[in-house]
């Protein structure tokens, strides 16, 4: 085997949309880089499945099952940013399994590999670390000619969630969570909002900390399991070569460094939700100060991500629970309101908005409704409740800017009474008059 000790600037492991941007950036930016992926045909079956299901359930009318394989198998034959699109930018696209070895090199299937820095994210492989074996994963669904009546589909948080609600239009779903709580980076009135929903779609849900790979099987009436792997798969990455434990998230500093200053990581790997929007943020970080010797932080006080269910989540900050910890109970205020959807297309779709402060100061937002993910970004902007007041006007009743202009008009409602402001001052005004 070669011994291609080649100077990468940085050495990316991952195949995800998030990974080929952040390759493509570096590239851009003079960097000399190696994108590595064992699982790159995977990754766009599974991201374009999703995306084709999740479609079906918003528009009635878009075809059958074999109408949504063929446009899946079309846009995998010609998905953005292929290997051969990145490799005519100058990207050494590298589609084989890796291992670290001594001296942070690499072992690939046909020679060696050595970076300066590397950078551990999403779409690398497929992890099913903690659920059911020999089971079939998502993208595996392609190979089917129809979909079963009924599925039990196995994952960790929103990823499957989502899953669940883009399969209930074609099965009936069991979603068996490997955690005790259903979306746990979630505020405690998004879960109970979610959990209400996917009860009105009939998805039963099961949570168990068993260890289903050794046939602990929660339901065993499905004619179907599924398996909702983790985008990342280090087991046989050798990093315990490299004192980086792989069991459970990795760990890193605030500039999203392990303990061995060479590699960074994001995405799903850090633990939490893993959340396309987070882990763009986290891969901007991570690629600064991998590149530039950087000390950008990420601030998750600060983070926004979306989850694309019947009603669309947005979540940007603290819940009320971390805000609660972090500040003192006394020091924080809720106010939240909702309102029906003018033209629901079910009964259970709802529009939501809670607002978590610090003083005048937001600190958490968490919003469900039509293009939640992308109003919570803006409204996080927003530093002050000051500053979001005159920014909400009044709007169209039945919008998720209604319930926005509902909660802010409680909490200006509490703050600010200028019919009392006007009278006290007056009072005022005449006592010091009279004293005169």
């Keep these: 085997m070669p011994d291609h000790s080649t100077d990468y600037d940085l050495a990316i492991l991952g195949g995800s949309i998030g990974s080929r941007l952040a390759a493509y950036t570096a590239v851009r930016r003079g960097a000399r880089v190696a994108l590595i992926s064992q699982a790159w045909r995977d990754n766009d079956v599974t991201r374009h499945l999703w995306h084709a299901l999740h479609s079906a359930n918003l528009k009635e009318d878009l075809g059958t099952w074999p109408t949504l394989r063929d446009w899946v198998g079309f846009q995998c034959e010609h998905t953005e940013l292929s290997p051969t699109i990145l490799r005519t930018q100058g990207i050494d696209v590298i589609l084989e399994p890796a291992r670290f070895i001594g001296n942070l090199k690499l072992k690939l299937a046909s020679r060696y590999l050595k970076a300066s820095r590397y950078l551990l994210t999403d779409g690398y492989g497929m992890s099913t670390s903690g659920m059911l074996q020999n089971n079939w994963l998502c993208h595996r669904l392609m190979q089917l000619d129809a979909i079963p009546q009924r599925i039990a589909l196995v994952g960790h948080g929103a990823m499957a969630v989502e899953w669940a609600y883009a399969l209930s239009r074609f099965a009936t779903v069991t979603l ?4 005790q709580v259903l979306l746990p980076a979630e505020d405690h009135d998004i879960q109970r909002l979610v959990s209400a929903q996917l009860k009105s779609l009939s998805i039963n849900i099961v949570h168990t900390k068993e260890c289903l790979r050794d ?3 929660p339901n065993d009436d499905a004619d179907l399991f599924v398996v909702v792997p983790q985008p990342f798969a280090w087991e046989t990455l050798g990093l315990e070569n490299l004192g980086i434990m792989t069991g459970k998230p990795i760990a890193t ?7 061995c200053s060479q590699i960074y990581v994001s995405g799903g790997s850090l633990g939490g ?6 882990t763009q943020q986290e891969t901007m970080i991570a690629l600064e100060n991998a590149l530039f010797g950087r000390r950008h932080a990420m601030d998750y006080r600060q983070a926004f991500y979306g989850i694309n269910l019947l009603s669309p989540i947005g979540h940007w900050g603290l819940t009320e629970r971390q805000a609660k910890e972090h ?7 809720v106010v939240q309101a909702s309102c029906l ?3 629901a297309k079910h009964p259970a779709q709802t529009n939501f908005c809670k607002l978590i402060t610090h003083g005048s100061r937001i600190v ?3 919003l469900m409704g039509e293009e939640a993910a992308t ?6 902007n927003q530093p002050t409740m000051g500053t979001l007041s005159r920014q909400i006007a009044r709007v169209i009743p039945g919008t998720l800017f209604d319930a926005i202009y509902q909660a802010a008009d409680q909490w200006k409602s509490r703050h600010w009474n200028e019919g009392q402001w006007r009278r006290d001052w007056a009072e005022n005004w005449f006592n010091l008059r009279r004293s005169i």
């Design 364 to 366: 958490g937002v968490h």
């Design 253 to 259: 500093n605030r500039y999203l460094q392990t303990n």
């Design 327 to 333: 500040y003192g109970a006394a020091a924080v205020e």
């Design 176 to 179: 068996i969570l490997l955690e």
């Design 375 to 380: 109003v919570v970004a803006t409204l996080g």
């Design 341 to 343: 959807p003018e033209m």
């Design 215 to 217: 046939g602990v099987i």
């Design 273 to 278: 939700e893993n959340r396309t929007e987070l």
